[in-house]
């Protein structure tokens, strides 16, 4: 069964600061996909990027940055120089290509405090 | 572009009743879902559709009940509240059905509460 594991639960840093936040992830298929979503205070979902487990090229965004590595199964988001709008939480996701229809297993998501 | 719209907002039940939570998205999207939100477990998939007429049960069915008799749109019913599905439930969408090649769409978002 797949599994996506965040274990920092809440992180707390003051603008400017660069922060890294984990994900490792479990699953028996070759092809997968990788997603990160962003949950602001307002609730709704973001969807920030997606990576199939092919391409292990890290991939820049702006002050976005996703760190993906097969050998150790993560797939680590960076914000660089954070705002304080980037406080939300983020949930990291796997899909299996062979998985029911579409489904995205979720880690349980951190909460990111940005203060000014 | 509407994309995904969920009605209501916001609902308190009593343990019993019943309601249903809407979904509509515009977007032509085969594949809809419903997942719910609870504190430090991210989201679960409860019931999807790969199209009109098809559904299958997710990871947490139980208590609900769904159907697709159009693409446009995807009800979830809760035919008995409990206390248990006090959450918040979210209706998503994407144009492929399989594979996660597709990104899903989410929409806003029903807080539901039951007492």
């Known amino acids: 069964a797949q599994k996506v594991t965040q274990a920092q639960t809440e992180i707390s840093v003051v603008e400017k600061e660069d922060v890294t936040l984990d994900c490792v992830y479990e699953t028996r298929d070759t092809t997968y996909y990788l997603f990160w979503y962003k949950q602001p205070p307002s609730g709704e979902l973001v969807f920030l990027i997606r990576r199939n487990s092919f391409d292990e090229q890290n991939e820049i965004s702006g002050r976005y940055s996703w760190n993906f590595q097969k050998s150790t199964s993560s797939f680590n988001f960076t914000i660089t120089a954070s705002q304080v709008v980037d406080s939300a939480v983020y949930f990291c996701a796997l899909s299996e290509a062979l998985g029911a229809g579409n489904m995205l297993t979720f880690g349980g998501g951190t909460r990111l405090m940005v203060k000014p | 572009n509407a994309g995904v719209t969920q009605t209501p907002k916001f609902q308190v039940l009593k343990t019993g009743q019943s309601m249903t939570l809407q979904c509509a998205q515009d977007m032509n999207h085969e594949y809809m879902s419903w997942y719910r939100q609870d504190p430090g477990m991210g989201l679960r998939l409860i019931h999807y559709?790969?199209?009109?007429?098809?559904?299958d049960q997710g990871e947490v069915p139980n208590g609900y009940n769904v159907s697709r008799s159009t693409t446009e749109d995807f009800p979830l019913r809760l035919l008995s509240a409990a206390p248990s599905q006090t959450s918040v439930y979210f209706c998503a969408s994407s144009y492929l059905p399989t594979g996660g090649n597709s990104p899903l769409h989410f929409g806003n978002g029903t807080r539901l509460t039951v007492t």
């Open positions: 559709s790969v199209g009109a007429g098809i559904t």
